[in-house]
């Protein structure tokens, strides 16, 4: 068993983090100590670990309590977390292309920029006219 700091510690998770979780209800089956401390095993680890993923996925607070809802109802629900699943990876995909454009762009322009600092692309801009301002 595992106490919040420790818990914070194995999850690389804020205290204010994991409180907010708890006190939302998105991790369950917490239990208490004799001085009712929260208290987390492997399971609750396992799960904090899951909410983590989850929220790296743009999940809402809302959305995790809707997926964490179906989880708890079983095997039954499978399909539709796999649905809901399916959607933040179609989401995530989306924005990945636009990094890598956006990645793309940098790199093209660094390029760019080497290219004329080098001497071996005359300087272009879309913004003034070089050949006025010399």
Not at 24 to 35: S, T
Not at 56 to 73: F, G, N, R, T, V
Request: contains cysteine; charged residues 30%; hydrophobic residues 30%.
């Amino acid at each position: 068993m595992y106490s919040m700091k420790e818990t914070c510690l194995k999850v690389g998770m804020s205290y204010e983090t994991l409180k907010y979780y708890c006190n939302e209800g998105l991790i369950p089956n917490v239990k208490r100590d004799k001085n009712n401390y929260r208290i987390f095993d492997d399971n609750n680890i396992a799960w904090i670990h899951s909410l983590s993923c989850l929220k790296s996925c743009d999940m809402s607070i809302e959305e995790m309590k809707q997926y964490l809802s179906l989880c708890l109802k079983g095997e039954s629900t499978i399909p539709e977390r796999k649905k809901i699943l399916a959607n933040k990876k179609q989401t995530l995909l989306e924005k990945q292309k636009k990094l890598q454009a956006s990645i793309d762009y940098i790199d093209w322009k660094q390029n760019f920029y080497d290219d004329v600092l080098s001497g071996k692309t005359k300087y272009i801009s879309n913004l003034i006219d070089v050949d006025n301002s010399l």
